[in-house]
T-cell receptor
Framework: DTEVTQTPKHLVMGMTNKKSLKCEQH?????MYWYKQKAKKPPELMFV???????INESVPSRFSPECPNSSLLNLHLHALQPEDSALYLC????????????FGPGTRLTVL | SQQGEEDPQALSIQEGENATMNCSYK?????LQWYRQNSGRGLVHLIL?????REKHSGRLRVTLDTSKKSSSLLITASRAADTASYFC?????????FGTGTRLQVFP
């Protein structure tokens, strides 16, 4: 199984809402990532978890809160987002090293009203 | 920014033609990867080339790497409509991948 799954596929939320994005992989990968991608731009790294510990936070605003409950799951908790946070949020995983081949989920299309 | 630059930004070709896209980067690397992204979906890994390799093939894909020029190219031979996508190079930066600006490829039937 080389699949990374993400839910939901689409999410519309108001600026006062709290929501969560979920990501799951069953490849035994020990590194997991959140990326943000705006239209016609490359993915931008947000967070990296390595062996279930947060190893990189790319100066992401605190309204985004990552969580890694176990080695297969990665969540991104959203609170008080701004319209400019609307984007495609991608989850990825890799075997070990951050620079190994990364396997991406299909993404969550987030719209903040 | 350490982001790689890709050119062209967009490329339109007919089915059966070859497509070449180029990536230039700024820092020393251990490896360089190419990914494909269909519209609005996740990225799919295509090929990884290590810094001590000069060329690598995978099916209809051919990747070259010139570390002296800090550049790489991706050649897709005998393109198909299904190859329509955005293509990104990605270089390793100590502890993370840095994606290039991307090339949008359109293959017309």
């Amino acid at each position: 199984d080389t699949e990374v799954t993400q839910t939901p596929k689409h999410l519309v939320m108001g600026m006062t809402n709290k929501k969560s994005l979920k990501c799951e992989q069953h490849m035994g990968h020990r590194a997991m990532y959140w990326y943000k991608q705006k239209a016609k731009k490359p993915p931008e790294l947000m967070f990296v978890y390595s062996y279930e510990k947060l190893s990189i936070n790319e100066s992401v605003p605190s309204r985004f809160s990552p969580e890694c409950p176990n080695s297969s799951l990665l969540n991104l908790h959203l609170h008080a987002l701004q319209p400019e946070d609307s984007a495609l949020y991608l989850c990825a995983s890799s075997q070990d090293l951050v620079t190994d081949t990364q396997y991406f989920g299909p993404g969550t299309r987030l719209t903040v009203l | 920014s350490q982001q790689g630059e890709e050119d062209p930004q967009a490329l339109s070709i007919q089915e059966g033609e070859n497509a070449t896209m180029n990536c230039s980067y700024k820092t020393s690397i251990n490896n360089l990867q190419w990914y494909r992204q269909n519209s609005g979906r996740g990225l799919v890994h295509l090929i990884l080339i290590r810094s001590n390799e000069r060329e690598k093939h995978s099916g209809r894909l051919r990747v070259t790497l010139d570390t002296s020029k800090k550049s790489s190219s991706l050649l897709i031979t005998a393109s198909r409509a299904a190859d329509t996508a955005s293509y990104f190079c990605a270089t390793d930066d100590t502890d993370k991948l840095i994606f290039g600006t991307g090339t949008r490829l359109q293959v017309f039937p």
